[in-house]
C-alpha cells in the first residue's frame, strides 16, 4: 500500500524504519516543523524528519494542517493509508477520509486505558504493572477509534518512562506493519474500544516533576521514574533546582524527616512519607548527571539539609 508517515520524535523513527523495511511503500511523511532544541535552542528538525531526507523521502511540515497547500498534496498523493505515531497535533476530521483507509494511529497504551499525549508516563507513575501498544483507526475523538490490534509489554519496578517506551517502540513498530498487512489483505476489522476502563494521560508538565518528599517512598520513586528523562524530576537545595536520577529503598535505614538528607561514605539517603530513599544521579544546575554521593561531597551539605524545603 502508498502510504503517508505521520510523527515526530525517536519512537516514531524507528517505526517509519519497520515501515520502510515493509513490502509497503512510504511515499512521503509529515512531521512537526523544526523546532528550537538543546541548551543553545537552535532550530532541529524532529527525529522523523532527519530519518526522512536520509531516507530520501518528500517531507511534508505544515503549521497547521488545515493548509491549503498541504491538504491538496495529501490528496495528490493517493495514499491508501496514513500511519501515525506520536505526530504532535489533531487530525482535522475533514481529513480523516482522504486516505482509502484512513488514518491507523500507534499508541502506546492498551486502550482505553491511558488515552492523550503521555500514556507511558502516566503508566509508570500509576503503579501499573502491565501496557503495551494498540493500533486503531483515528476518528474525531481523542484515541476513541477502534482498535485493529494490541500487544502488551510488562513494567518493571526499575523502569522509567524511556526504557519502557523502547521497548514499546519497538514491539509497537511490528504491531503497525501486521495491522497494515492485515488492512491490505482485507482481513482485519476494527473493534469499538469498551466503555469501560477509559484513563486519561495528559502531557506531563515541569511542575509535575517536581518530587514531595512527604509522599511515601514508592510514589517519590514513580514519579522520578515516570519523569525520566522528559520532563525531568528535581527538587531543590537552597533554592536551585536538583535534577534527580532514579532511587532506591534504603537497606535497614532509620527513619529521616521528608527531605531530610542524611551523608553516609558512599550513598546519600533522603526521608521520605515513608521509608528513605537512597539517591543515585543528580544534577546540579549547570553540570552533568553525576553520581549523588560525588555531588554530597563537592557540595559540601549541611547537617541540617532538607531538599524541597524552599520551593
Known sequence: MRLLFAGSPAPAARALAALLDSRHE??????????????????TPSAVAAAAHEAGLEVLAPARLSDPAF????TELAVDVAPVVAYGALIPAALLDVPTHGWVNLHFSVLP???????????????????????????????????????????????TSGDLLGRLADIGSQLLVRTL??????ILAAV?????????????????????????????????????????????????RLGLG??????QAEPLAPGRVQVGRREVLVGTG??????????????RPMAAADWARG?????DLVLGADA
Open 26 to 43: 512510504v511515499v512521503a511523511v509529515l512531521t512537526r516543523p523544526d523546532a528550537p532544541a538543546g541548551r543553545g535552542r537552535s532550530t
Open 274 to 287: 515513608g521509608h528513605p530513599v537512597v539517591l543515585g544521579t543528580v544534577t546540579p544546575a549547570g553540570r
Open 113 to 159: 486505558a491511558w488515552r492523550g499525549a503521555a500514556p507511558v508516563q502516566h503508566a509508570v507513575l500509576a503503579g501499573d504493572e502491565v501496557t503495551g501498544a494498540s493500533t486503531f483507526r483515528i476518528e474525531a475523538g481523542l484515541d476513541t477509534g477502534p482498535v485493529f490490534g494490541t500487544v502488551t509489554e510488562p513494567i518493571g519496578p526499575h523502569d
Open 192 to 240: 469499538p474500544q469498551p466503555a469501560d476502563g477509559v484513563s486519561y494521560a495528559p502531557k506531563l508538565t515541569a511542575e509535575d516533576g517536581r518530587v514531595r518528599w512527604e509522599h511515601p517512598a514508592h510514589s517519590v520513586d514513580r514519579r522520578i521514574r515516570a519523569c525520566t528523562p522528559a520532563p525531568g524530576a528535581w527538587t531543590t537545595v537552597h533554592g536551585t
Open 246 to 251: 532514579p532511587v532506591s529503598p534504603a537497606p
Open 71 to 74: 491538504v491538496d498534496r495529501l
Open 299 to 303: 557540595a559540601r551539605l549541611d547537617v
Open 181 to 186: 498487512d492485515a488492512l491490505e489483505e482485507g
